[in-house]
């Protein structure tokens, strides 16, 4: 257990160290801004491209891994979205936001760091996939989503070159591109291109975690909602639960691919729910509960599952 305790007292400390010093120096959210820029355009895509490059291109077509992550992410956001429809009699924003809550996890800025910090290099590749295809799920579903409900006064075609605009020029996604494309082309930056990338990939990490803990001090929590409970409970323990269930189901995975997973699937709320929700203007207080929320409560269901995994009580695959 103190191999575990070492390994997440480190990480969870530099969002804790973030949201400390943003309470102590008490400067607005703006003030974060180049810090974030820094983090999505610039550390965390040399990140991705560094390890997806140094990969065998046949690892990189995982057609079913990609499937069952994906799977098991949108049948926790439509349990969700379903119950929350049913419940507020047919209300489509709030139950989207709602659904986002419960099942897109923080594989941004916690995912990378974490699992390869716990499983090695080897996890570089599948949090790569899960990231991208994931996250063109979610830039997709919620405009499409908030047109269905009315809040979207975008004309079709517009709002279909739009979303596809935001899937094609995020900087994760053309980064891990590039990656794909130097691995299939067996291309290597040369010597001083490659020590940048390495500077700016050990920046990453420490970066988005620090930034999150600032965001999260700078967005005070003033009451509990009742929704909290059930997309803290889908979100830390129903999804990576079914996650793992799934890709074992599915397909005889690598260990590290498999734990890989179910560890995405066990991180928090993205803090994009909040953004999207700001977006719309939809849930917005609510949608930054639940980042903080389920944030600190992450501290002690992924320091579980991490005990779990180490000690050998979860089996690589359910089904051999």
Known sequence: MSDV???VLPFFGLIFTGFVVARLRREPLEALGWMNI???YVALPALFFQLLAKTPIEKLTEGSYIFGSVLSTYIVFSLMFAGSVLLSRGEIAQSTIKGLAAAYGNIGYMGPGLALLAFGEEA???VALIFCFENVMHFAIAPLMMALSGGEKTPPLKLAFGVARKILLHPFIIA???GVAAAFLQFRPPLPVERLLEY???AAAPCALFAM???LALRPLKRVPTEMAPIAALKLIVHPLLCYVVLSW???FSEVWIFS???LAALPTATNVFVIAQQYGVWVERASASVLLTTCISVVTVTGLLYMITSGMLPPDLFP
Request: glycine share 12%; aromatic share 8%; no cysteine.
């Open 213 to 215: 803990g600032v965001t």
């Open 176 to 178: 891990t591109a590039f």
């Open 124 to 126: 570089a590749v599948p």
């Open 5 to 7: 305790i070492g390994l």
């Open 38 to 40: 820094f983090i999505i």
């Open 250 to 252: 599915i397909g005889n």
């Open 200 to 202: 700016l990939s050990q």
């Open 261 to 263: 997973a179910v560890l």
